[in-house]
């Protein structure tokens, strides 16, 4: 027994700790990643695999890892060393959660392999799990086996052979046949609301919550759905392009047909089977051929109106069988899709309507339904009207570059000249016109086709009998009249069709928009009467008031009144507070015309670049009955698309039509919720205004980003006047913001003519502003901002047809002077422009027109139309402007408009305007007049530029141009030729003669231009028969050319004859003379007052053409062409001379009465041959009292009454009667005179100077 202690433990005699290790343990052996065994060293260390260095071992003897813990070893004790990097700081053997990654091989032998946190995954990507300590567990959770080396056996294959079909990546396709796109995630999102779809169950769910369809490929379509829930399956035609589809989505054949469906909604052919499918999954319809016709299929891009005649010249069951073979017509002989033939239908009777715009309309089906559901109107034929509304319907709708083409269907004579719209059609709108008439031949079909184009005319006995075929042979004329229409920009013929399919939308339920909102009113006033219109005010203000938040950082709000004008009596946002916002709106006025709702989109484009805000929503409320001229569903598209502006109107009692249009104005995807009925004006107010208020309220949709406020918005309306302008002077500056061109489009709103002619003209406009304080400062910045407005509403803010050049003058020079700015620049510049507090005397107007002139010459462009436009405060000017006026206009062809800020106190603006009153505006009160403005400002203008012909459009021969010099010489070539006619056998010819030489000019002139210039009729004329030579016994009803050229020119048979040497006159029995034609004496003599002579009693001859002419003298006489045409010297008679001159060697030579104190004048003083005369400055006038004094023309009424009191005086005792009656509380005289000629004066007067009063009192 072993020994004990003093305690009576046993004592074993050997140590509890062994000093060394038993000989009989086995070496320890380290498995590598790969599975096998790691090198060692010479002294028996384990070797790590990639550093080379030793690995480290407990003080008990175990193996350690890069972290410093103890390696796993198997169930063979073998120990386990994991993968790593090169880095051993960064080789673990732990993933991120500090688990021991353990490795796992496959049924293969091969390494798993791992995501990015080191642990091993399956073959499709799935994490291997693990128990707590970290060890592999296979699919029923117990841990995986291990090989020979230790390493984790897991049994699936390391590679998969074939992907489990649940797996499969989901693939969406829409309607149109593309991938619907992802986000950055990978999952889908809708094309239209941007959410994502969603994913239940493995299967993709729509916006009710049901599964998406799958083809046959096992894609999923996102398809909509019809009210009943169906799913509408996408058709196409045999050309990719989806078809048209009714207001529930179905789609329709070509003849407006449903195409038939199965109980699942597959869309079935006319057997019943399922219509095939293409590559990307929409169902192709395959149509059936068009029926053979031996006649041409109109396949080009053409823009075609048809015209109807509904009078009384056709029956009812008549204009049934019309209606019928027009249809068929069409769709037998033209390509009625998208981007071909674009159809349009004017109508006429007792008058003229627009049934359908130049493509507005949705398709081919639409478009026939439309033409059979067209009214007769009755009443007499009016088909020149027709012609006239056919063209503006072009100007209007057309497409620039289409081919046009107008067919016309009548029944009989029109009552009206149709011979002048239809050659306007033609040669002014190059449009191709075919006549289909039924009744006797009335000689108008060849009028309105034109000469040499007889075969466009089909003629029949009646209506009935007559089928498309019957009306072919106008298709054949089609074909060969137009191009193949390849210069068209099909992008922007059609408005885009909505392929996609709208997300779910859901409305706000709310009464009041409390975000930031820029909304424009615009109201179509043809709708309504006078007394609609002011009902309509009130809604529109009741509306406005309880639907916006109206605090200037909420909403702001702008109103439009339209009809083929514009008025905009709230520009955006532009008032003080709501007070005033509904008060302008209540004043504003009701505009007569005809409705043309491009005109009104594009003003209200225009108030959005100039006032909107880009952290705002950007809204149009529409109000109209939709009877619109023209086609404006592609301005609506730009506005909404390129623009971001929604759209919503409000029908008042439209015709199904009419509503289809407002439809394509909002947009088809948007019409449920944008386009709103009333039966009438009187629905907007009570529950229906309510309805309206809360659509707009929950259809309106915030702008991008907007992120509700944490507190609460300004609880006032008034407006911050500082955020809108400021009142310091920013001259020179350019307002970036004003010209937003990243938001503006090549296509936009199509430019509209200024003119009624339908010319789109380039201008350069010079404004001279006289910026002296003769005016009130108020009306002068009010002139300055309509003419802005003004260019901004007809042209936009940077069109290129207009340029501008700004000089402001007072009276002692030229303060400001800008050249080439754009419509937005020039808006800039006038409203910081200042007057002259301190400048009370006329401006020096004359400087101000030369200074215009100079900047306009700085940067010409060929063939603009040059106008310069006064403002002046009250029509004087310190220095004289007729000169400069002259030089400008007969020089360097520029128009002059005048506009009188205060009433003009002379004639002085008509003077230098041309002579004409209506190029001189004016008004009492520039508080309002905005529509009365512009329209008398774009009359002025187009009375101007039409003062000039319009390029001629033939030729005879050319020649090359004439170059200018700087001499002295003045050409001969004859200018500014121009023919009218006197009688109808006559006509008179004028030009500018330059040389004043008794002849030298050969009038040439034929009534066929096709005949060689050598062959023509000659005329000799002198320089004085350019005043006007008539031209007379010639035969009526002719067409003449008529050229004017030297007499060299005119020898030389060889020589070529230029346009601008000719003009083109025709006479008939209807010709006259114009109300201004004045005959001209052909022996007139010289005028003395033109004549000027030298102190040695020379004449001194100056030309006709000659600009430095004494502004004293009148400059609209005859000049001498000789020395002897003035008689500054004459023979003396027995020594004597006559009045006025003075004897030297027996000759009589002028007396020069203004060398001696200026001939007793007060200001000016003209000497003539033998006498003189007192001349005064444009703005005087001589005193009737005393001819040498000049007296202010506003002055001088006291002065003329005084004459004429002493003109009744001298004559009291012819006096017949005087007499006085009440009037209106007033008092009325009446006062015949019978002079000694036996003639009788009579004045009648009810309100009297003193002066006259006082004559009275002497006579009575």
């Not at 109807?308 to 056709?314: K, L």
């Amino acid at each position: 027994p072993l020994p004990t202690d003093t305690l009576g433990r046993f004592i074993y005699p050997e140590p509890s700790v062994p000093t060394e290790p038993p000989t009989t343990r086995r070496p320890v052996t380290v498995i590598g990643p790969d599975g096998q065994p790691l090198p060692t060293s010479e002294s028996g260390e384990v070797i790590h695999p990639l550093t080379g260095e030793a690995l480290s071992t407990s003080s008990t003897g175990e193996m350690l890892g890069p972290d410093g813990s103890p390696l796993p070893t198997d169930e063979e004790g073998n120990v386990i060393l994991f993968s790593g990097t090169e880095q051993p700081a960064q080789t673990l053997p732990t993933d991120e959660s500090g688990k021991i990654v353990y490795p796992i091989i496959g049924s293969d032998g091969q390494l798993l392999p791992t995501d990015s946190t080191g642990a091993h995954v399956d073959a499709y990507g799935e994490p291997i799990q693990t128990d707590d300590a970290g060890r592999p567990l296979s699919a029923d959770g117990h841990p995986l086996s291990t090989d020979s080396l230790g390493r984790f056996v897991y049994p699936e294959p390391s590679v998969p052979t074939e992907p489990p079909t649940t797996r499969m990546p989901i693939i969406v396709v829409g309607p149109d046949g593309q991938l619907l796109p992802t986000d950055s995630s990978g999952q889908h999102v809708h094309p239209t609301t941007g959410e994502v779809l969603e994913i239940k169950d493995g299967e993709m769910i729509g916006a009710d919550g049901s599964p998406l369809p799958t083809d046959e490929d096992g894609r999923v379509l996102l398809l909509a759905t019809d009210v009943s829930g169906q799913f509408i399956y996408p058709v196409v035609s045999s050309d990719g392009v989806l078809l048209p589809t009714d207001n529930s989505g179905r789609y329709l054949n070509s003849e407006g047909g449903l195409i038939p469906i199965d109980e699942n909604g597959r869309p079935l052919d006319s057997n019943g089977e399922i219509l095939p499918t293409n590559p990307t999954g929409q169902h192709v319809l395959v149509e059936v051929p068009r029926p053979s016709s031996p006649f041409c299929f109109v396949n080009a891009y053409i823009d075609l109106v048809l015209v109807f005649d509904t009078s009384d010249n056709i029956k009812i069951l008549d204009y049934r069988v019309m209606k019928e073979a027009v249809k068929q017509f069409l769709s037998d002989h033209f390509n009625l899709k998208e981007n071909r033939v674009r159809v349009g239908l004017v109508k006429y009777g007792d008058s003229v309507e627009v049934p359908i715009a130049l493509g507005d309309y949705d398709h081919s089906a639409n478009l026939l339904a439309m033409i059979g559901d067209t009214r007769r109107m009755k009443g007499p034929s009016h088909l020149g009207q027709a012609l006239k509304d056919t063209a503006g319907e072009f100007l209007i709708s057309g497409i620039t570059g289409a081919p046009r083409v107008v067919i016309i269907f009548k029944s009989g004579s029109s009552q009206d000249d149709v011979s002048e719209p239809a050659r306007n059609l033609r040669e002014e709108l190059d449009a191709k016109v075919f006549v289909v008439s039924v009744g006797d031949n009335d000689g108008q079909d060849e009028e309105i086709v034109g000469s040499g184009n007889e075969g466009r005319i089909l003629r029949f006995n009646q209506w009935r009998g007559i089928e498309s075929v019957n009306i072919g042979p106008i298709a054949d004329g089609v074909c060969s009249a137009v191009p193949s229409a390849d210069q068209v920009n099909l992008q922007s013929t059609w408005p885009a069709r909505k392929t996609t399919v709208p997300g779910p939308k859901t409305s706000r339920v709310c009464n009041r928009i409390e975000y930031p909102v820029d909304v424009i009113v615009v109201v179509d006033s043809s709708t309504f009467d006078d007394e609609g219109f002011e009902h309509l005010k009130e809604s529109i203000g009741v509306l406005v008031d309880e639907s916006f938040d109206l605090s200037p950082d909420v909403v702001r709000v702008g109103f439009i009144v339209y009809t083929d004008k514009v008025s905009v009596p709230v520009a955006l946002g532009h008032y003080e507070d709501k007070i005033e916002l509904l008060q302008k709106i209540t004043d504003s006025d009701k505009i007569s015309g005809v409705a043309i709702a491009l005109k009104s989109l594009d003003a209200a484009r225009q108030q959005f670049i100039l006032h909107g805000r880009e952290d705002a929503s950007k809204v149009i409320v529409l109000i109209t009955n939709g009877n619109n001229r023209g086609n404006a569903a592609l301005a609506a598209q730009d506005l909404r698309e390129l623009y971001g502006i929604q759209i919503f109107a409000i029908a008042v009692n439209p015709s199904a039509e009419r509503f289809g249009s407002l439809a394509r104005l909002v947009g088809q995807e948007h019409a449920n919720e944008r386009l709103l009925k009333i039966n009438s004006i009187d629905d907007l107010s009570g529950d229906k205004l309510v309805f309206i208020r809360q659509s707009l309220c929950g259809h309106i949709t915030p702008a991008a980003g907007y992120i509700e406020p944490t507190e609460p918005s300004w609880s006032t309306t008034k407006r911050d006047v500082n955020a809108v302008a400021s009142d310091t002077p920013l001259i020179g500056v350019t307002p970036s913001s004003l010209d937003d061109t990243s938001r503006r489009t090549t296509r936009a709103i199509k430019p509209m003519p200024l003119c009624k002619d339908g010319y789109l003209r380039p201008y350069l406009v010079s404004v001279v502003v006289d910026v002296t304080a003769r005016s009130i400062p108020e009306e002068f910045h009010r002139v300055l901002t309509m003419i802005s407005d003004f260019l901004e509403g007809r042209f936009g803010l940077s069109s290129e047809r207009m340029s501008l050049n700004l000089v402001a003058v007072d009276s002692s020079d030229i303060s400001l002077k800008k050249s080439g700015l754009s419509i937005g620049e020039f808006s800039s510049f006038t409203s910081q422009l200042l007057q002259n507090s301190n400048d009370e005397v006329s401006p020096k107007m004359g400087r101000g027109i030369d200074t215009a002139v100079e900047l306009a010459k700085s940067h010409e462009i060929s063939g603009v139309n040059k106008i310069i436009v006064i403002i002046s405060s009250d029509g004087t000017s310190s220095d004289d402007p007729l000169p400069a006026a002259e030089i400008a206009q007969d020089e360097y062809d520029h128009k002059i408009l005048s506009i009188s800020i205060r009433k003009p106190t002379s004639t002085l603006l008509q003077q230098i305007s041309g002579g004409s009153p209506t190029r001189v505006i004016h008004f009492s009160d520039w508080s309002g007049g905005d529509e009365l403005f512009n329209s008398w400002f774009s009359f002025a203008i187009c009375e101007a530029i039409r003062s000039t012909p319009e390029p001629k459009t033939t030729t005879v021969a050319t020649r090359k141009p004439k170059v200018k010099t700087n001499g002295t010489s003045v050409s001969q070539e004859p200018s500014n030729i121009h023919v009218i006619p006197v009688s109808p056998t006559s006509f008179s010819v004028t030009w500018t003669c330059c040389t004043n030489n008794k002849a030298d000019y050969v009038i040439l002139y034929t009534p066929d231009s096709s005949v060689p210039p050598s062959n023509w009729q000659r005329v000799p004329a002198r320089c004085r028969d350019s005043f006007g030579k008539v031209i007379d016994n010639l035969p009526t009803d002719s067409d003449y050319k008529v050229c004017v050229v030297t007499s060299a020119s005119a020898a030389n048979n060889s020589a070529t004859v230029g346009d601008d040497n000719c003009d083109s006159i025709t006479l008939n029995k209807e010709s006259t003379p114009p109300p201004d034609y004045e005959p001209w004496d052909q022996d007139q003599e010289t005028s003395p007052c033109q004549c000027i002579c030298s102190d040695d009693g020379k004449a001194v001859v100056q030309s006709s053409c000659n600009p430095k002419v004494d502004p004293l003298r009148p400059v609209s006489t005859l000049p001498p062409a000789t020395e002897g045409e003035c008689p500054c010297s004459v023979k003396a008679h027995s020594g004597r001379c006559p009045s006025g001159y003075y004897l030297h060697k027996q000759m009589c030579f002028d007396v020069n009465e203004c060398q001696q104190q200026n001939g007793g004048c007060s200001h000016g003083c003209v000497n003539t041959p033998g006498d003189f005369y007192c001349a005064c400055p444009h703005g005087m006038m001589r005193d009737p009292v005393d001819p040498k004094t000049c007296i202010n023309v506003a002055g001088s009424f006291d002065r003329i009454t005084e004459l004429l009191a002493r003109y009744l005086h001298a004559n009291s005792k012819n006096l017949d009667s005087v007499s006085s009656a009440d009037e209106k509380g007033g008092r009325k005289y009446k006062a015949t005179i019978k002079t000694s000629d036996d003639k009788e004066l009579s004045f009648e007067w009810s309100s009297m100077p003193a002066m006259v009063r006082k004559a009275l009192r002497w006579l009575i």
